[in-house]
């Protein structure tokens, strides 16, 4: 198989996983509200337990793919998820559902974004941007596959029907597809000049990069890149009703975020070739940044909506691309997958507590103070990027 295929095969597989392990919880939250009556902080409890597992499980998750376990882990990974969500299929209590959710977040450690993109670098070093791209080109439209596919099969017959389906979608499609991927990219692995340097020292040493600035920085700054847009995305259509824009229109324009990221990585494949990383990555906080001022003008400028659209998609959707590859140069390629693990555990969780963050500034001030924060988030998170970039350069 070539390395092109391979690359299309893990992309597919990421794009069926993706919308059967994440996607499926907002895609059926309704559903399960309306059959057992549950509260809404008590299932939207589920999901962040199982983001703070994810987190949790993210290191060893890495330090396995450093070991040459990659493929095992993301096919096995999106299998025992599949398993664990068909089992959902014959939830009727609160306890089981947190539990069943809690190990699907270790499954999601372990196969979706983070462990596939430190996989694939390891094996492609600094030639892995152009597969990374096309992962996220096709992987972007997984919740375009779960939302209405899932509401369709629960319409005909039940909410157990849809996740059952979605479990042997997982199981049959998606994980023989990244079985196949992930093996065909070891098999023409690259050898990463960092990691021939290893010694038996770098065993006892490997986790001595938590101990620089380098990485703390990226960890935080990404950290607050990402929570500042979980936190827009879960309370834009509130925020916009307080702003007095009817609900219509207000689904409409959330749901032109996810094509702007794909426009947003279309736009950098043009232009990767006449910038560098570094610079890109400067310009996606640089477009996060333009979109929350243009979110806190719309009162008095409606249209100012739209442009939130476009900078806050296309950044968000070309920082998925950029976040490990700038990693990748500012930390080196020795030990990545255990450098990419632990960067998750502190963003992750952030993104897992940002909805709830949001709403305790907003019992405080409402959503003008909501936003004063958010905005404050990438300015700072690009700020400590750029000290990381500044001392990566002087090493």
């Known amino acids: 198989m070539t390395l092109r295929r391979a690359t299309w095969f893990l992309a597919f597989g990421q794009t069926f996983i993706w919308a059967g392990l994440y996607y499926i919880f907002p895609a059926l939250i309704v559903r399960w509200e309306t059959a057992f009556g549950w509260t809404k902080a008590e299932l ?10 994810s987190a949790l499980v993210s290191p060893l998750a890495g330090r396995l793919i450093d070991k040459g376990y990659g493929p095992y882990l993301l096919a096995g990974g999106g299998f025992v998820g599949g398993l664990l969500l068909a089992c959902l299929s014959f939830v009727d209590n609160l306890t089981a559902f947190y539990g069943i959710w809690i190990a699907i977040g270790a499954c999601m450690g372990c196969s979706l974004y983070d462990p596939c993109f430190a996989f694939v670098i390891k094996t492609r070093g600094l030639e892995a941007k152009r597969t990374i791209t096309v992962i996220t080109l096709v992987a972007g439209l997984a919740g375009t596959l779960s939302f209405p596919v899932s509401h369709m099969i629960a319409d005909l017959f039940d909410w157990r029907y849809a996740t059952f389906s979605f479990a042997v979608l997982i199981c049959a499609v998606g994980v023989p597809l990244m079985w196949t991927g992930a093996r065909t990219l070891t098999d023409h692995t690259l050898s990463d000049p960092e990691e021939l340097e290893e010694t038996e020292s770098v065993g006892r040493d490997r986790f001595r990069f938590l101990w620089g600035a380098k990485f703390w920085l990226l960890a935080i700054g990404f950290t607050l890149l990402y929570m500042n847009h979980v936190a827009l995305v879960n309370h834009l259509l509130l925020l916009l009703k307080e702003k007095q824009f009817d609900s219509d229109t207000a689904i409409l324009m959330a749901t032109f975020i996810g094509p702007m ?5 279309m736009s950098m494949i043009v232009a990767e070739r006449f910038v560098s990383n570094t610079v890109v990555t400067v310009l996606c906080f640089v477009f996060v940044i333009i979109a929350n001022l243009a979110l806190m003008g719309i009162g008095t400028a409606p249209t100012l909506l739209a442009l939130f659209i476009v900078f806050q998609g296309s950044g968000i959707g070309v920082i998925s691309i950029m976040k490990p590859m700038v990693s990748r140069e500012i930390m080196g390629g020795e030990n990545f997958g255990l450098k990419s693990g632990a960067q998750a555990v502190p963003y992750q969780i952030g993104s897992a507590c940002s909805a709830l963050i949001g709403s305790l500034i907003w019992a405080v ?5 909501v936003l004063q924060a958010l905005l404050f988030a990438p300015i700072v998170g690009l700020v400590m990027f750029l000290g990381a970039s500044y001392l990566a350069r002087q090493s």
């Open 261 to 265: 990221q794909v426009l947003g990585r």
């Open 365 to 369: 001030g409402g959503y003008d103070l």
């Open 44 to 53: 939207t409890g589920a999901i962040t337990l199982s983001i703070v597992t």
